[in-house]
């Protein structure tokens, strides 16, 4: 061997593991598909055969079950959300990536391999290690102090960072040492004025310490939702008055596929609220034919996405989970068309927004587990979310209907409803009987429906497998009757 093959030997052997993995780009026509609903009707185009776990609705259609989607998944759904490469161009069939790192299995373990050029960042990244070996992409970037900033103040120490902030805020906001919370409590003095003080209910409003929770102006947070809820409501009977092409199941298939699009984007869940919310406002007075219904779902999520999500998927991505159904600019004009009869008022309370005070209410009494009851009430809500029946009852009362189920089925033999969950709700038992009897039908029917996304995400250890549980067949009449005061 010459010297200078030699030479070249050596300083290949030596090359960085990390240099000698690096991921090659991978075609579009070779990237991961996702299968698309390409329909809403459940019946195959060739002699009209049933799609498996679909119920049928009218013919020459086919709309993909939930088993199908999960055989189309090659790459880790943990991987959705933890990385900005892009979907459609950088992925590779049969190429594990880790969940925090841009690495390469290869030999029985995992070696850190160069990042390729990133995309625009279309997904959140989280900071935090997961498993050891893993490691965060802010992790491997440079903390060189040549690269510092000299207008910005680096401080390296946690507790250093968080009397920085305080002083901080302190000084720009004037906020004082002492905080009276009796002064400020907006609920005993505005918002229960039609409500009579008793002994037994428990303050929940009293944690004057965490920002988050907005103790001072919770109350006051929600009458404004109580107040505008109807303002930004659906039509109730859009689908007979309005719709000509589509029905209720196709709309619930269609909400059903974008549950699933929700989870393995890793949405937060009140983008998915927001964009069921869009679909319905925008029913109630635009027709639309069954070919365009989930061009409306894909341009009504990336709108909500826009508003809820730190980082929102691209429009190229909306495109690609529909298997490139709809080109860019049908997606971009059906955006500007629902923007455009919404007139930009993308605001709207939705049942979520009024669960997450409700649970937090729930909570109070702690005679539950919290993230139990927090779970459950999550999947019932969902679970409404695929009735177009449901439109009937306001956001309000769906989530408070749903607290009264969720605690019913955790404690059976205890009385669901209180008079901390009737002082904070402005809800009396009686005026929850017709709604709880509405979801506690769909929970016992949930095992048998042929729309299972909601039910197959709540199945899951992260939440608890609250879909499993089992509800009582009846509801004793007594629960619903008024508590004395």
């Known amino acids: 061997m010459s010297t200078q093959n030699r030479r070249s030997s050596i300083s290949l052997t030596k090359r960085p593991a990390s240099l000698s993995k690096v991921p090659p780009t991978v075609p579009p026509e070779h990237a991961k598909k996702r299968v698309a609903l390409s329909n809403v009707t459940n019946l195959r185009s060739n002699g009209g055969s049933r799609v498996p ?6 013919s020459g259609y086919q709309a993909p079950s939930a088993s199908s989607i999960a055989k189309a998944k090659k790459v880790p759904s943990t991987f959705a959300r933890t990385t900005s490469l892009s979907v459609s161009s950088t992925r590779k069939p049969n190429t594990r990536l880790s969940v925090k790192n841009t690495c390469v299995q290869g030999n029985d373990r995992l070696t850190r391999g160069v990042a390729p050029v990133l995309a625009p960042c279309s997904m959140d990244m989280s900071p935090s290690r997961t498993y050891e070996g893993s490691v965060s992409l802010d992790e491997t970037m440079s903390t060189c102090d040549s690269l510092k900033s000299p207008d910005i103040e680096y401080l390296d120490n946690v507790d250093t960072i968080v009397a920085s902030i305080e002083r901080k805020s302190s ?5 004082s040492d002492r905080i009276d919370a009796t002064a400020g409590s907006i609920c005993k003095r505005d918002i229960l004025v039609e409500m009579e003080k008793t002994d037994n209910v428990i303050d929940v409003d009293n ?3 965490d920002p988050q929770l907005c103790a001072t102006i919770a109350c006051d947070i929600y009458k404004h939702l109580r107040a505008i809820e109807n303002k930004k409501r659906p039509s109730m009977n859009f689908m007979e008055t309005v719709q000509k092409d589509i029905n209720p199941s ?3 298939i269609l909400v059903d596929w974008l549950v699933e699009v929700a989870e ?3 949405l937060v869940p009140d983008t998915l609220y927001l964009t069921v919310n869009y679909i319905d406002r925008y029913l109630s007075g635009n027709l639309m034919n069954r070919q365009r219904l989930q061009l409306l779902g894909i341009a ?6 826009k508003y809820e999500e730190i980082c929102a998927p691209q429009v190229e991505e909306f495109c690609y989970i529909t298997d490139n159904t709809y080109v860019k600019k049908e997606v971009l004009d059906m955006e500007s068309s629902v923007l455009s009869y919404l007139k930009f008022e993308v605001t709207a309370p939705t049942v979520k927004c009024f669960l997450r005070r409700f649970v937090h209410v729930a909570q109070g009494s702690n005679e539950v587990p919290s993230l139990q009851l927090e779970c ?3 999947y019932v809500a969902e679970l409404s979310l695929l009735e177009y029946s449901m439109l009937c009852y306001s ?8 607290i009264f189920l969720s605690r019913l089925i955790l404690l059976p033999t205890k009385r669901p409803w209180n008079a901390t969950l009737s002082h904070y709700t402005l809800y009396k038992p009686s005026q929850l009987r017709e709604c709880v009897g509405a979801l506690h039908r769909l929970f016992c029917n949930s095992p048998t429906t042929t729309l299972p996304a909601v039910r197959d995400k709540y199945s899951q250890h992260k939440y608890k497998f609250v879909a499993t549980k089992s509800c009582p067949p009846l509801i004793p009449v007594e629960f619903f009757q008024d508590l004395s005061n």
């Open 171 to 175: 000084d720009n906001l004037h906020i």
């Open 250 to 252: 196709m709309r619930a």
């Open 53 to 58: 776990g679909r119920t049928s609705v009218s």
């Open 395 to 402: 956001p309000s009362l769906v989530a408070a209907s749903t």
């Open 207 to 209: 944690n004057h310490n």
């Open 264 to 266: 393995e984007y890793r």
């Open 376 to 378: 459950l009430a999550n």
């Open 300 to 305: 009504c999520m990336m709108v909500a996405a």
